[in-house]
């Protein structure tokens, strides 16, 4: 089961149910039921007081001519 949780954002329901000789509907049932304790678990933050946040400009990357290997 271990292996099934840990793998679940690497590999298709399908592979690790090949893998650990599981059928396929039992590790879909396990990777349902484990998401939905994520979900019931996570809960929104409360702030309160005073919340202060500055701008952040992330940039797309570079733009003009493509780098070319120096041949």
């Given at each position: ?22 059928k ?48």
């Amino acid at each position: 089961m271990f292996y099934i949780i840990l793998n679940l954002d690497k590999k298709s329901i399908k592979r690790l149910a090949d893998e650990s000789g599981h059928k396929w509907d039992s590790v879909y049932r396990l990777a349902q039921e484990f998401r939905e304790c994520l979900v019931d678990e996570a809960k929104d933050p409360v702030l309160s007081g005073e919340i202060e946040f500055d701008e952040m400009y992330q940039s797309a990357g570079t733009k003009g001519l493509k780098k070319t290997s120096g041949n």
